[in-house]
């Protein structure tokens, strides 16, 4: 019998090179995989709605007319391509920073402004769009999904499950037990770090001393990439096939997208204190957003008209759902009692008694 071969540290360095297939020039660096041409131009549609919601979200932080925001800035590609390759019928399991994937999944724009007022609403995604609670718990998510997923499999269901996190919840023990469980019940889930190199103010050489994010998935056994997270066509590539190993009883990847948060962590801090400008210069020529529309622009794909009128089209969208939720009834300030129990406990009677004491005479 020929005994399994593990790889060891270096092997893995050498293999988890980000795979890329667009340069940051927007040209071909290899073939690319098979993607209809309607299909690009949406990718970059999604991820100039993502930016847009982005701008406009931060701006009514700073007016007061949200609450606290984590900007995916820097990040669409990842989410939106990733969210493309998801079918309807299967699952997403999101945190906070993931609004452009929830989005392109189904959920709402309108309920994407309602999570940050803090409204219940936006806390859960209608019952046709399959999008589990939004994560604000770093990694608590994971064993959710591994669950999910691992249900589905016991049914004997063909559906694929997408999670996401960033590169600090790696560090986080429910990361470690959620892959445990993923790699020894072979669960069809795929699961993808958001590597932006910083977790709130810690950079990613901080975080840990694994040569690369990827490496982890690796140790449980679990079918691990590692892919530029701001090129379409190999996230295209990495996450279609991933998904489709899934759905056909292949079992769980792990894929380290190594992209970047362009903006800050959230609304409430300040990384100027953290990181410098000249980082931040360096990684815009990372921009996404710039590579897809060079690319498309060589293709033919995509005029300045074109290009005009989608930016357009991202602002009306944006607006018109803020005034959806804008228009939505503030809930009376005792809502949150009514969605932790169906039955509410000893506990939670005597604080509700408290707290709306007119109820209790
Ligand atoms: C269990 C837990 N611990 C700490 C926090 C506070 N916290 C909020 S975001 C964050 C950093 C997360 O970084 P990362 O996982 O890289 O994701 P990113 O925010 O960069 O997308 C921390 C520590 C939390 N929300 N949950």
């Known amino acids: 019998m020929v005994a399994k071969t593990r790889s060891t540290t270096k092997d893995a360095t050498r293999r988890y090179h980000p795979i890329q297939i667009l340069s940051p020039e927007g040209e071909l660096l290899g073939p690319s995989p098979t993607i209809k041409d309607e299909e690009l131009v949406k990718m970059l549609k999604f991820m100039i709605v993502g930016r847009t919601f982005d701008q406009r979200a931060l701006s009514l932080q700073r007016q007061g007319r949200i609450g606290t925001y984590a900007p995916i800035s820097g990040q669409e590609a ?96 429910d990361f470690h ?3 445990n469980f993923a790699g020894v019940f072979q669960v069809p889930l795929v699961t993808i770090c958001e590597n932006n190199g910083w977790a709130i103010s810690l950079p990613r050489e901080r975080q840990t001393h694994s040569e690369t994010i990827a490496q982890k998935g690796e ?7 590692m892919v530029d997270g701001n090129d379409v066509l190999a ?32 609304t409430a801090d300040d990384p100027g204190r953290y990181r410098s400008q000249e980082e931040l210069d ?18 033919g794909l995509l005029s300045d008209a074109e290009e005009a009128e989608m930016w357009e089209d991202a602002k009306a969208t944006v607006s018109d759902a803020l005034k959806e939720a ?18 509410l406990t000893p506990n939670l009677i005597k604080q509700r008694r408290e707290f709306i004491p007119e109820e209790a005479e």
Request: charged share 20%; with cysteine.
């Open 219 to 225: 140790a449980y056994g679990i079918n691990s990439q």
């Open 78 to 173: 990842v989410q939106v391509v990733s969210a493309m390759c998801l079918n309807d019928d299967e699952w997403m399991f999101p945190t906070y920073r993931d609004y452009a994937a929830m989005y392109v999944h189904g959920m709402p724009m309108r309920d994407l402004f309602l999570f940050p007022m803090g409204h219940p609403q936006g806390g859960r995604a209608p019952e046709d769009v399959n999008i589990y609670a939004i994560s604000i718990s770093i990694a608590t998510h994971l064993p959710h999904a591994v669950g999910a997923a691992w249900a589905s499999k016991i049914k004997g269901e063909q559906k694929a499950f997408i999670t996401y996190h960033g590169d600090g919840a790696t560090s986080e023990g």
């Open 326 to 343: 804008e228009n939505i009834a503030v809930p009376n300030q005792d809502f949150f009692f009514d969605h932790v129990y169906a039955e």
């Open 282 to 299: 360096e990684m815009k020529q990372k921009d996404p957003l710039v590579r897809t529309t060079k690319y498309l622009r060589g293709l």
């Open 235 to 266: 996230l295209y590539q990495v996450v279609s096939e991933s998904l489709e190993r899934a759905r056909t009883g292949q079992g769980p990847t792990f894929i380290e997208a190594v992209t970047y948060r362009l903006g800050p962590h959230t």
């Open 177 to 179: 037990e959620a892959m």
